[in-house]
């Protein structure tokens, strides 16, 4: 069993499969109740969640200033995170919101002892609001994050099922790869996760989990250690 882990969602994943809406309660209910299953377990838990469904990038406007536009999503992530945490502790376990910056009195600014604190005394911790800085993506804060704790493994939930070949939405052919290598990912340039956060990993020794979201209690058959998805090796 896993002591420590970090859990990579989607901010997509959250509106489920309906359209023109951000949330989709069911599937945040049903996330909500695979994490409780983990931490009764006695895993500790980290999350870090996407602000694609509320924004991508320079979406609205191509032209806009990339450093514009990554603090909007920052900001996306905050506000998904929040929402999370809600969920969380309605269904009686405790969250916190931390972020690389202050937000009134919304979130605690991170630190990584009160981060461990929050942990060992059985809480959720998520991740918000990305590095603070532009040019980031969610994954690097995951890996970096996995890496400050010293998470025993990082846990992806896709809209897909592993690492293929090449993409299955366009080749009906491409073959799942059952477990690769980090520094594989790096060298043909593999768009699983994050260039940035897969040297990290592979720096620092973290193995990760990439599996598909949307396969039924997929996060607590992975993090209990069935063979589900791709194992990164490092």
Known sequence: MYNRIILKLSGEALAGEKSGVNFDNDVIKAIVGQIKKIVSNGTEVALVIGGGNFWRGRSADSKMDRCKADQIGMLATVMNAIYV????????????????????TMTEEFSKASALNHLKNGRVVIFAGGLGHPMFSTDTITALRGAE????????????????????????????????????????????????????????????????LNEENSIVRAVGGQKLGTIVTV
């Open 85 to 104: 945490a809600d969920f969380l502790n309605q269904d009686g376990v405790e969250a916190v919101v931390q972020t690389p910056f202050k937000c009134g």
């Open 149 to 212: 704790l010293e998470a025993d493994a990082l846990f992806f939930a896709k809209n897909v099922d592993g690492v293929y070949d090449s993409d299955p939405n366009e080749n009906p052919n491409a073959k799942k790869i059952d477990e690769i290598k980090c520094e594989d990912i790096i060298k043909n340039n593999l768009k699983v996760i994050d260039l940035t956060a897969a040297s990290l990993c592979f720096e620092q020794k973290i193995p990760v989990v990439i599996f598909g």
